[in-house]
């Protein structure tokens, strides 16, 4: 993965040039300060980032993100020096730091569980992990954590990941969902919300449920350079995204706005029940860090997948620093 994460590099840093993300000038203490940034396949898990962007002048911050369908090509980009924070699974950070791509630092965790499950149709004869074997499965992208998951999954069940299956890359979650259901794969990763309405409209059942298992799958990362000569912008987003995570939990009217805001299809039932579940797993504990522990749980994970390997896994001290929070 880290060669394919090359590759990536090769073929898109050229047309780097071309992205329009803003330039974040000099910020004044009596402006808000200009955060840019690229988040990787927003979902449900996602939301306080959502928050953040539409309340962020309360923190003294004017957000502006670009997201990417799959963490491969998010890494790139702001591999190839393209805004001030990247949100994606930690597997991205490591990969900068195992191949030297990026001199970066991790300051934060927002969504703290795997979050993806693997399903297949209600009628297919696949049930377990082993039984994919010659099956066609949907992930979001290559070099997602998606990917890393299922090449995970995959290794522990005794199967080759770039052999005994075929990984298709299909974007977003909704491509996902659609694909699963329509054939285009045999078997797709999903999250919510459009898991549980896969699940509910009786097309698919989970094979490999994994929404639970702890790892920091939305991570802040920054540049080491850039965090040396701007801290308080750092700080400042840190402690803005501890405190939306602090609302979330205590301010139920704001959380439930905020999710109607981004998904305003749902209804508000259902946007409650993911909240509650969002509270419980997704975002727990809420204070918006990366601690030793779930550190420990991301290796096993990382190095399991084939990844990375243990000798090239940085350590939590070099890789994780914890801002004090503007």
């Known amino acids: 993965m880290i060669k394919q994460f090359i590759r990536q590099i090769t073929a898109i840093v050229l047309s780097i040039a071309t ?8 910020a004044q203490d009596t402006k808000p300060l200009r955060i840019t940034l690229i988040e990787a396949t927003p979902a449900f898990h996602s939301l306080p ?10 923190y003294g911050l004017e957000v502006e993100n670009l997201q990417i369908e799959g963490g491969g090509e998010a890494g790139v980009i702001f591999a190839g020096g393209q805004a001030d924070i990247m949100m994606s699974g930690f597997d991205k950070p490591v990969a900068f730091a195992a191949q ?6 991790v300051f934060g965790a927002v969504l703290k569980s795997m979050n993806w499950s693997l399903v297949a149709p209600t009628k297919s004869a696949i049930r377990t992990i082993a039984d994919l074997k010659g099956k066609s499965i949907g992930i979001s992208g ?58 509910d409209s ?20 920054v540049r080491t350079r850039d965090l040396k000569v701007n801290p308080e912008k750092f700080n400042r987003f840190q402690a803005a995204m501890r405190d939306i995570l602090k609302r979330f939990q205590n301010d139920r009217p704001f959380a439930l ?8 299809n749902e209804t508000d039932g259902n946007l409650a ?5 969002a509270l419980k797993v997704y975002w727990s504990p809420l204070n918006g860090d990366l601690d030793r522990d779930l550190y420990d749980r991301a290796v096993d ?4 997948s084939g990844m990375v390997t243990k000798d090239k896994m940085p350590s939590f001290e070099t890789l994780i620093v914890r801002l004090p929070g503007g």
């Open 257 to 264: 706005r905020m999710a109607k805001l981004s998904y305003p």
């Open 100 to 105: 030297g791509f990026v001199d970066a630092k």
């Open 202 to 221: 009786g097309a698919v059942r989970v094979v490999g449920d994994w929404e639970a298992l702890p790892y920091p799958n939305l991570v802040s990362i």
């Open 273 to 277: 029940a993911q909240l509650d579940f």
């Open 19 to 26: 992205l329009t993300l803003p330039v974040v000038a000099g």
């Open 49 to 58: 980032v959502f928050a953040l962007k539409q309340v962020g002048k309360e």
């Open 142 to 199: 290559a070099g997602s954590s998606s990917d890393m998951l299922m090449r995970w999954a995959l290794r522990k069940a005794g199967l080759d990941p770039d052999r005994d299956v075929t990984l298709i890359a299909l974007g977003s979650v909704a491509n996902l969902a659609s694909g699963v259901e329509n054939g285009r794969v045999e078997a797709a990763m999903l999250v919510r919300p459009f898991l549980t309405k896969a699940i």
């Open 301 to 304: 994970v990382l190095v399991g």
